[in-house]
């Protein structure tokens, strides 16, 4: 049975990591610590700003990548990104998302701006802003980070991205997480409405606040690890609810990383936190192994083949030095568009930053161009793209994830002879 | 010298490796994803947590720390784990702490991080102490004097040590063909956990290796987990010495997963114990089951397992995951046939060494355990696994189900049992 390693426990680190072991691969990821789920907001966004707000991303695509040489919808199409998406749905099971890749939603942001994705939990449908929409934002005062007074009135004098206007209203409800705590983070909260009593009380004070007509707009608490909440608040109070992401840390960020972790697992990659990637060795063009700083002495983990997942600034796999020399930190490999001498411009608002548009270059399956020829890359560490401007994050590490897991499939399928396909089969099917 | 010495214990705060995991902070993003993971301030509002209490509060302490809800951190160390920037916020929590408490330790603290004494104590009259400590009465008056909760689990005293076993067994009769190992004990699997100490060594024997068990003494951990530094050092220096009197260069494997973390990193992070002879045990010692996986990995471990038709409950301690390794005896208990290993997926069973024992914690700890408590006894109602001793005693306690070390399975599967 062929080995991969996976280095990074974000999303495209766990897709990537899922597939290859769904398709009969040894798979281990190494990660340093907890991906970035748990910073997200939970949705896919695909394709959000280019840079006039976008409608239909899919369709958006190609004219958007033809005119970004470089970024990474260049190499996944429409097609790469619904094979992706419909993946992570496949993943997270069948109740975690609503929306559709071809269509953004226009949905409310924690400061009453509004925000394009396609793919959303469940929880955040009903949230979109569209003409003649009637929302009551309401929420704890003891809930760190949420302010309704805030959203809605930033709400309602927004002229609607599709047209039209929206009504909103704000109410604060005296509700704290756990009695005699004052500022709670928003998880403190999801796990209080775990428990059906506290829910019964919250969907009660919510409920005496409504008007007929309304939809309830509320902070994303709902629940960690119970999946009947949405459902349920959304009967007790008698009105359609939706949910506003908050700051991290994200309830909804929070349970797809347990969902996505959970699934990994089961499709039997081994997973390993605390094991940063410090070294590695190779030889004729091919990494041999990655090795990573754990408690007493470093381990060796040996494959076949490795996909890097690491992010990029963010989780400190590009490193800025003081000479403005931009570095990869696992590998130390070559870097696309680091040879500008103005990475960072002064025009906070202006056009995207050089600096965040490096990365490392990869041919269409993914492969880095670089020293390895069984090295692959996904998701944040590729170039040229600016995610959270364009909103394409998730778009891109979905896609990229799928093709990377795919290409290294096919190669082992055509290196191997038939014993390891017999391994593959028993993969496939554990 | 006592622990009550405050300039002692600041000056023991003052070594190079404080600084080194202070120097750690500057990569805290504020991401919250410690906190997302902490099991304590999950179950209560008396601990703020780990980013509030460590590197947020870290940086306006200039010797105590300015947040004293500090003293409800259970030290289990998954903040450090958990954080995607590489900061020790464990490491940090826990010096801070025992700047906290140097003025003022509990006897109760100093008392219960005294492992090796109860277990020498309590072995010549195993029957008598067990049934002490099973006495409610008696119990009661411990809590009010000592402060250990009265119903806080316990160890049971066994009427022979490893010592006592490994003196009168029979030689193994098969001649060693892999090597020599040396054997990490621990103090519970000294006195407590015999079992789990006779069957690692059996199934290192099985192997072909020959295990050497030299005379060993406690690593420290409960001293250093309550912020005992000074006698933990002194602890973990005299254990490298007797450990390494087993041998030089030969790998030592251990049954104790908090011990062993405790000699690779935990004494040179937390306490700054910055010496060569630590250096040397601490690259040397590894985890029975990480043991295994790694002869697996080579392909050097004899897979001709009997099958064991059992569906078990595991548990990965926090501080064996806390190691980096991930969980290595699930991989291995997936070479045995028929065993379905569950994982428990909890972060903690609440115990975390001594916290739990302590009146005034028992009730986060158990509340900390609780889904794992409720998952343990779903999934099978007479058998759970887990790597380390307290855990152990905590989950058994609590669930009422018995829970082993996984190395049993392993010596079932090689038909040793």
């Not at chain 1, 349970?255 to 030889?283: E, F, M, W, Y």
């Not at chain 2, 050092?233 to 087993?246: N, P, S």
């Not at chain 2, 006894?377 to 989950?395: F, G, V």
Request: hydrophobic content about 40%.
């Amino acid at each position: 049975m062929s080995r991969v390693v996976v280095i990074g426990a974000g999303l495209a680190g766990l897709v990537a990591a899922t597939r290859l072991a769904q398709g009969g691969a040894r798979v281990v990821l190494v990660t340093k610590g907890t991906g970035g789920l748990p910073l997200s907001q939970g949705t896919i966004d695909i394709l959000g700003y280019a840079p006039e707000r976008v409608t239909r991303p899919l369709d958006a695509l190609a004219g958007f990548a033809a005119a970004n040489p470089g970024h990474p919808y260049n190499l996944l199409d429409a097609d790469a990104v619904r094979l992706g998406v419909a993946y992570l749905r496949e993943l997270a099971g069948p109740e975690v998302f609503v929306g559709d890749p071809e269509v953004n939603l226009q949905l409310p942001t924690a400061v009453g701006a509004i925000r394009p994705s396609a793919v959303v939990p469940a929880e955040m449908a009903a949230g979109a802003c569209v003409d003649g929409a009637r929302f009551l934002i309401t929420g704890p005062g003891q809930l760190k980070d949420f302010h309704p007074q805030l959203i809605a009135e930033n709400l309602a004098r927004t002229q609607l991205p599709e047209g039209g206007r929206l009504a909103a209203r704000w109410a604060q409800l005296d509700f704290p997480a756990r009695p005699g705590e004052s500022d709670s983070t928003g998880l403190t909260f999801a796990r209080s409405l775990d428990d059906p009593a506290y829910r019964r009380r919250f969907a009660a004070a919510v409920r005496a606040l409504v008007q007929p007509g309304e939809t309830v707009g509320l902070p994303a608490v709902l629940g960690v690890s119970d999946a009947s909440v949405l459902t349920d608040l959304t009967a007790q109070i008698g009105a359609p609810v939706f949910t506003i992401p908050l700051p991290p840390p994200s309830v909804p960020g929070v349970r797809l990383n347990n969902q996505l972790t959970a699934a990994a697992k089961a499709a039997g990659v081994r997973i390993i936190p605390g094991a940063k990637v410090i070294d590695h060795r190779s030889s004729n063009g091919r990494l041999l192994s990655v090795i990573s700083a754990t408690a007493g002495t470093p381990r060796e983990y040996a494959a076949d083949y490795f996909v890097q997942a690491t992010g990029g600034f963010e989780s400190g796999a590009l490193h800025l030095d003081s000479h403005n020399v931009v570095h990869e930190t696992v590998f130390g490999l070559p870097l696309v568009g680091a040879d500008i001498t103005e990475l960072v411009h002064g025009d906070y608002w202006g056009p995207p930053q050089p600096l965040f548009k490096v990365g490392v270059g990869v041919d269409a399956s993914m492969k880095v161009d670089g020293p390895y020829d069984n090295l692959y890359a996904v998701g944040g560490i590729l170039a040229g793209a600016t995610r959270w401007q364009e909103k394409s994050g998730e778009g891109i590490a979905v896609a990229s994830a799928v093709r990377a897991a795919d290409a290294v499939l096919a190669a082992i399928a055509a290196t191997d002879q038939t014993p390891a396909r017999d391994d593959a089969t028993q993969g496939a099917q554990a | 010298m006592t622990p009550h010495d405050s300039n002692n214990a600041h000056d023991n705060n003052n070594y190079a490796a404080d600084q080194v995991a202070r120097a750690s902070l500057d990569h805290c993003v504020k991401c919250n994803i410690c906190e997302t993971h902490c099991p304590v301030s999950a179950v209560t509002p008396l601990f703020s947590g780990p980013k509030f209490v460590g590197p947020q509060a870290e940086r306006y302490r200039h010797g105590e720390s300015v947040d004293h809800s500090l003293d409800y951190c259970s030290s289990c160390g998954t903040c450090t784990l958990v954080c995607p920037q590489g900061v020790q916020i464990a490491e940090l929590n826990s010096q801070a702490r025992a700047v906290m408490k140097a003025d003022h330790m509990p006897l109760r603290d100093q008392l219960i991080s005294r492992t090796t004494l109860m277990g020498m104590a309590m072995t010549p009259m195993a029957p008598v102490a067990n049934a002490a400590l099973g006495f409610k009465p008696l119990r009661m008056v411990i809590e009010k004097v000592v402060g250990i909760h009265r119903d806080a689990p316990m160890p049971t005293a066994r009427t022979q040590t490893l010592t006592g076993w490994l003196k009168k067994r029979k030689a193994p009769t098969k001649a060693p063909t892999r090597g020599s190992l040396v054997y990490f004990h621990g103090c519970a699997g000294g006195y407590f956990e015999v079992e789990t100490s006779k069957r690692s060594i059996e199934v290192l024997e099985h192997l072909g290796y020959e295990v050497i068990v030299p005379k060993q003494s406690c690593c420290g951990l409960a001293q250093q987990s309550n912020g005992l530094f000074d006698q933990a050092t002194a602890q973990i220096l005299k254990l490298c010495d007797e450990l390494r009197a087993g041998g030089k260069d030969l790998t030592i494997i251990s049954a104790s997963g908090s011990c062993t973390g405790m000699l690779k990193h935990e004494a040179h992070e937390i306490m700054g114990v910055d010496d060569s002879r630590l250096a040397d045990v601490s690259t040397r010692i590894r985890d029975i089951m990480e043991f295994l996986l790694d002869l697996h990995d080579a392909g050097e471990l004899p897979t001709n397992f009997k099958t064991i038709d059992i569906t078990v409950p595991y548990h990965a301690p926090c501080q064996l995951k806390a190691q980096g390794m991930g969980q290595p005896a699930m991989e291995v208990l997936k070479l045995i046939p028929g065993v379905k290993a569950i994982e428990s997926g909890v972060t903690c069973c609440g115990i975390a060494g001594t916290y739990g024992l302590k009146k005034e914690k028992y009730e986060i700890a158990q509340a900390v355990g609780q889904p794992l408590f409720d998952m343990v006894k779903a999934t099978n109602p007479d058998l759970a696994l887990c790597d380390t001793e307290t855990c152990r005693w905590q989950i058994a306690k609590s669930s009422g189900v018995r829970t082993e070390h996984p190395i049993y399975l392993v010596h079932q599967a090689y038909g040793l049992s």
